[in-house]
Structure formats: C-alpha cells, structure tokens
C-alpha cells in the first residue's frame, strides 16, 4: 500500500470511528465502517491487464434482502455506448444532469427513478461522477461474489482511490442509498452475518 494511501485511509477511518486493519501477505488493508446495523467494507485488489497490474478500490456492504430490485449505474464509456448499440436498454430518469452521465440498468425502472430522484443521492452522485456500482444478488464486483451467495451494494472504483474526501462521498452516498431502500421496503435493516 502507497504510503499516500495508507495516510488518507487511516484519516478515514479515524473521522468516522471505523477499524482500520493492516493486510498481510495474500490481503489487503482494509477498513471496516458502520453505518446503523450495516457493515461497509472498502479494500483494494489487484488484477493483470495486459503488461501491467491495475489497482481498484472496492467497496461492499452486504444486507438482507426483502425484495428482488436490483440496478447498475455506470459512467457513460466506449463500452456502455457499444452496449447500447447492441440493444442493452437503460432507464431514462427524466434529469438529463443523470442521463447524460450515467448509464443505469434495472429490473425496476420505476424504483430506480425513485432511489434516483431523491436529492442528498442525486448530488452525491453527480459530485463524483466517475463512479461505477450496483446493488445485487450475490455479485460483489469485478467477477467476485459475496459470500454464501449473500446480497449487497459494491462499487468498484477504476484505480486506487487516495483521496481521503472521496472515500468520505462513498460513505455518505452508501449511507443514504441503504437509507432509501430500507424505506421502501427492499431491504432489511438486520446484521447481513456475512464476513467480507
């Protein structure tokens, strides 16, 4: 780990009375938050792209589910455009400040305009707009699963996050998207019990 890394995860962790805990060998540090009765895990891994080793921040919070509404938002790219080329359709918010960035798939267009159309996510998102995640089932980034096929929210950041107000948005913004789906009723505000 980068020593400018450590520093800011370290600061992180501090501001928001989380544990901090030192990698070994085959792991990476980590930091393990709460948010009410939900764990937030952020650590990074590693993987071969060619001639080169590239670094992802990832994030996850397992929970328990109460409903099947999934959903991805990625930032617009040369693939999400190829995609849609091919007939992958995307739901339309109606708020071209989201359409014109975000790529966003669902099995329920109408919860996602509501998860979307609420203002504190909706600045959040648009604050750091280079982010990629997703609630699922069993799918914790990047070809990984949750354990026990459990369910969550994950976001993958593209390169190694260093920035200590960065990882405090992604906080904030799991935060109030677990908020939301606890209020409607598509998740459980009980202890997922899955160790990440």
Not at 148 to 160: A, R
Request: proline share 2%; no cysteine; net charge negative.
């Amino acid at each position: 780990m980068s020593a400018k890394r450590k520093e800011a995860w370290q600061q992180f962790s501090n501001e928001i009375q989380a544990t901090y805990v030192k990698g070994g060998l085959l792991k990476s540090d980590k930091i393990e938050a709460t948010f009410q009765n939900w764990q937030i895990v952020y650590d990074f891994f590693t993987m071969p792209i060619g001639a080169i080793v590239a670094i992802y921040t990832r994030i996850r919070t397992p929970f328990v589910v109460k409903s099947d509404f999934k959903f991805r938002i990625s930032k617009k790219n040369f693939l999400t455009k190829v995609a849609e080329k091919f007939g992958d359709s995307d739901v339309i918010t109606g708020d071209s400040r989201i359409d014109d960035i975000f790529v966003i798939q669902s099995n329920s267009a109408e919860k996602v305009k509501n998860l979307l159309s609420d203002e504190k996510i909706k600045s959040l998102l648009l604050d750091k707009a280079d982010l990629d995640f997703e609630v699922s089932h069993g799918y914790s980034g990047i070809g990984r699963q949750f354990p026990n096929n459990g369910d969550g929210l994950s976001l993958v950041v593209l390169y190694e996050s260093k920035d200590k107000d960065r990882l405090m948005l992604i906080y904030n913004l799991f935060g109030e998207i677990l908020t939301s789906l606890l209020e409607t009723g598509d998740i459980d505000d009980a202890p997922a019990h899955v160790k990440l």
